[in-house]
T-cell receptor, first 111, second 107 residues
Framework: NAGVTQTPKFQVLKTGQSMTLQCAQD?????MYWYRQDPGMGLRLIYY???????DKGEVPNGYNVSRLNKREFSLRLESAAPSQTSVYFC??????????FGEGSWLTVV | LAKTTQPISMDSYEGQEVNITCSHN???????ITWYQQFPSQGPRFIIQ???TKVTNEVASLFIPADRKSSTLSLPRVSLSDTAVYYC????????FGTGTKLQVIP
């Protein structure tokens, strides 16, 4: 009963490096999301995918790219990491309106 | 997207009932209202969802007035383990979370 799985859980990057956060869900959900959460703050939507092959920008898309590889997988890429992208990243998925299931989070530090 | 407004924080003693109200003045006709709970270092988890009137599950109750411009999450007899951040969401698809309400339960 995996639900939403994110990798890696922890990552330290140097400024300017690139990396991809992987996310997969096994619940046959259509919609998938990437959020970031800074310390003491709420979650902010980075990108959203309503279905396979479609993606849409959220509140804070700058500096990120996404790929909805198939129905199960939704990856988030940082092309040139910046210290301002230090955050906790949550992947999520949903089938029905607003019943969103979250992964355990990926802690990213950019130095 | 409907914007939501919640109190930033609340304190409550153990065993008390806690009511957290969310304002969503521009809710759309087909929008549902959903509440989530988040513990530190974890992703949010679904608590309850409703469209109108009252919904109750094993964890909480959700009260929605006829005009649907607000909603109230009610947590009966809170315990220390209910200390968390509670988010009110309106709408679907590109949903956004606000800063939520930080509930501190006091022994």
């Amino acid at each position: 009963n995996a639900g939403v799985t994110q990798t890696p859980k922890f990552q330290v990057l140097k400024t300017g490096q690139s990396m991809t956060l992987q996310c997969a869900q096994d619940m046959n959900h259509n919609s998938m999301y990437w959020y970031r959460q800074d310390p003491g703050m709420g979650l902010r939507l980075i990108y959203y995918s309503a279905s396979e092959g479609t993606t849409d920008k959220g509140e804070v898309p700058n500096g990120y790219n996404v790929s909805r590889l198939n129905k199960r997988e939704f990856s988030l890429r940082l092309e040139s990491a910046a210290p301002s992208q230090t955050s906790v990243y949550f992947c999520a998925s949903s089938l029905t309106q607003n019943t969103i299931y979250f992964g355990e989070g990926s802690w990213l530090t950019v130095v | 997207l409907a914007k939501t407004t919640q109190p930033i924080s609340m304190d409550s003693y153990e065993g008390q009932e806690v009511n957290i109200t969310c304002s969503h003045n521009n809710i759309a006709t087909n929008d549902y209202i959903t509440w989530y709970q988040q513990f530190p270092s974890q992703g949010p988890r679904f608590i309850i969802q409703g469209y109108k009137t009252k919904v109750t599950n094993e964890v909480a109750s959700l009260f929605i007035p006829a005009d649907r411009k607000s909603s109230t999450l009610s947590l009966p007899r809170v315990s220390l383990s209910d200390t968390a951040v509670y988010y009110c969401l309106v709408g679907y698809q590109k949903v956004t979370f606000g800063t939520g309400t930080k509930l501190q339960v006091i022994p």
